[in-house]
């Protein structure tokens, strides 16, 4: 079965929320990698997002 990415809502620790396509991690589970990353510092077409940043996530 394959994955498709989804859109989600990613809660980071010190009160900011931004939005992205999640497209998966890697294979020890320590980042997310995402597409289209909205931020209020910026957009960026891909990233690396580290778990322990994250609160928790949405799709």
């Known amino acids: ?26 294979v020890t589970g320590d980042t997310l990698s995402v597409a289209d990353l909205a931020t209020p510092m910026g957009f960026y077409k891909e990233a690396s997002l580290r778990t322990t940043d994250v609160r928790y996530l949405s799709c």
């Not at 079965?1 to 890697?26: C, E, H, W």
């Open 1 to 26: 079965m394959q994955d498709t990415p989804r859109p989600a809502q990613i809660a980071l620790y010190g009160k900011t929320t931004v939005t992205a396509t999640l497209k998966g991690s890697n």
